[in-house]
């Protein structure tokens, strides 16, 4: 008989738990796999304050789902917005569907937490979407143009400060991002760094408090250094358009703040019937079941759940380790529900530590039971971190895009290593290489075809002359340019390892830069490829992916 999964929200643990159910029931056509979200994408959360920095562009940040399940035949993915779980008839509804199910995963992630705090959805900004962190983007880029003409003095220092509140991994990555970012605006604006003020506001008498004493310190020592004023103790209790009013201080006058303070539970998880805890979390057992429906297989991870491993006083945090870690257990008791054993596994937490980064150069690493690392080298874990996601879901793809957005494809060279692998020169002053070369080459095998009397690059293997005119001609041509480099690099290793020819080794490596995408055939080829590869390997995207009848 047939048996249907649902899972709702294609976050970090929705994803990778649809992967590793796509595996276990890979060989099973009897069970089907659902996974809904209101996006066609699945979208980074931890690194939206790249996008509203400017850092990275909002494509960096989403990544399409067909991609991600191209080879899992058994999933299903539906672009829908969820309102209502039907316990009792075992059906997920829908604004444009209604999809029965066997087991039933809920991970639609949270939102802000404002807590009640007046004027922070009329006048603050927040960081859960895309849709967010352009919103920002676009006002700091305005309000910072804005407040470098502006001559009256407390109208431009008003706009010029931004003020952040809370001082949580998402707060202090933000401020981190800003101070980087401030930079680059100054230079765009043609104002001074230091007249951009960055305010961090927590309500809690410490900053960052998921780190210890002592590297929090290091943490608050960095902002010191980089002109962050910092306000523990400090809580917001209004936010108007032009000022930030806090309890028993005078207001901040700012036309920016950034709420960061607090996460609950999708509001549409609320509907849904079952007993929530703080923050709304959904209330599960040990198993990550939502209690009192343990009998009807629905279960809850990553931000709606409030899981909590047995014996412990507290729900782990909201993270997306501890959500990928829910993922695992959550897959584990589906396909015990699936396969009737019920041989159920218990949700232990195993968070292995905390990586906060704060911009592009910094960060500070409390990992593997309390070691530290601190400074760039935190920032590359960081960026390991982020990738080792990717190999658990088996993307490929998107572990080389991420790779390169984020170490080469960086503007303003904001990135751990600089403009040392950011600075994107043009490939046009390469191609007069590009055509000695391949006409080198070419010269070469002809001469290696007649006898190999006269050739000066490889001697010894006229039988190789014929390869030689074809790779000579495709770089000159300027097509398969790359291909055809590294060809010529093996080449050297096998046949041309000799010191007259190092020179060899040393351009074709210079020509692996893509020279042939300009004035070469390259520059129409290779996006070809990449379309009509990329279409028949991953589809086409959609913005709408739609049930299948």
């Not at 230091?194 to 809690?204: D, G, W």
């Not at 879901?393 to 390169?404: A, L, R, T």
Request: charged share 20%.
């Amino acid at each position: 008989m047939a048996k249907n999964i649902v899972v709702i929200g294609a976050g970090f643990a929705g994803v990778y738990a649809t992967k590793k159910l796509a595996k276990r029931f890979k060989g099973n056509s009897d069970v089907q796999i659902t996974l809904i979200d209101r996006h066609s994408y699945f979208t980074y959360m931890t690194r939206l304050h790249e996008v509203a920095t400017e850092r990275v562009e909002p494509g960096s940040v989403e990544y399409d789902l067909q991609r991600i399940f191209h080879k899992q035949k058994n999933v299903q993915l539906v672009t829908d917005s969820i309102t209502k779980v039907d316990k009792e008839n075992k059906q997920v509804i829908g604004e444009n569907g209604t999809y029965p199910f066997d087991s039933l995963l809920i991970s639609m992630g949270g939102e802000p937490n404002d807590f009640g705090t007046p004027g922070v959805k009329e006048n603050g900004f927040t960081l859960w979407s895309t849709e967010d962190a352009l919103v920002l983007r676009d006002h700091i880029n305005t309000i910072i143009r804005q407040g470098s003409l502006e001559r009256d003095p407390q109208k431009r220092r008003e706009m010029l400060t931004l003020v952040i509140c809370g001082s949580g991994f998402t707060g202090a990555e933000t401020v981190g991002e800003l101070i980087d970012y401030k930079k680059v605006l100054a230079k765009e604006n043609k104002i001074d760094p230091s007249e951009i003020k960055l305010v961090l506001v927590e309500a809690a008498p410490t900053i960052i408090n998921m780190l210890d004493r002592k590297n929090a310190g290091h943490a608050e020592n960095f902002f010191k250094k980089n002109n962050v004023e910092i306000r523990p103790s400090s809580m917001i209790t209004k936010v108007n358009a032009d000022s930030v009013e806090i309890k028993d201080q005078d207001p901040i006058q700012t036309n920016t703040l950034i709420w960061t303070a607090g996460v609950k539970t999708n509001h549409v998880a609320d509907s849904f019937g079952i007993e929530a805890g703080r923050g709304g979390r959904l209330i599960t057992n040990k198993f990550l079941q939502a209690k009192g429906f343990e009998d009807k297989s629905i279960y809850v991870a990553g931000d709606n759940s409030n899981a909590t491993q047995e014996g412990a006083e507290r729900a782990v945090p909201q993270t997306a380790q501890e959500a990928e870690n829910e993922a695992v257990i959550v897959a584990d008791n589906i396909a015990a529900d699936i396969n009737g054993d019920h041989n159920y596994t218990e949700f232990t937490d195993k968070n292995m530590g905390f990586i906060v980064s704060f911009g592009a150069y910094y960060g500070i690493a409390q990992i593997f039971g309390g070691k530290t690392v601190r400074g760039w080298l935190a920032t590359i874990i960081k960026h390991f971190t982020n990738i080792l996601y990717f190999t658990k879901i088996h993307s490929g793809y998107f572990m080389w895009k991420y790779i390169m957005e984020e170490f080469f494809r960086v503007k303003n060279g904001r990135t751990v290593f600089g403009y040392n692998t950011s600075k994107r020169s043009n490939v046009l002053w390469s191609v007069p290489l590009r055509l000695f070369f391949g006409l080198a080459l070419f010269i070469d095998g002809m001469a290696n075809i007649h006898g190999g009397t006269d050739s000066f690059l490889i001697t010894g293997y006229p039988g190789l002359g014929t390869l030689e005119v074809i790779l000579g001609g495709l770089i000159f041509l300027g097509w398969l340019t790359w291909c055809a480099n590294l060809i010529v690099i093996i080449l050297f290793f096998s046949v041309m390892l000799t010191w007259s020819t190092t020179w060899v080794l040393f351009v074709a490596f210079t020509l692996l830069n893509g020279s042939g995408r300009s004035f070469g055939l390259d520059y129409w080829f290779v996006p070809w490829l990449q379309r009509t590869w990329g279409h028949s390997r991953y589809g086409v995207p959609q913005a709408i992916y739609k049930k299948q009848s």
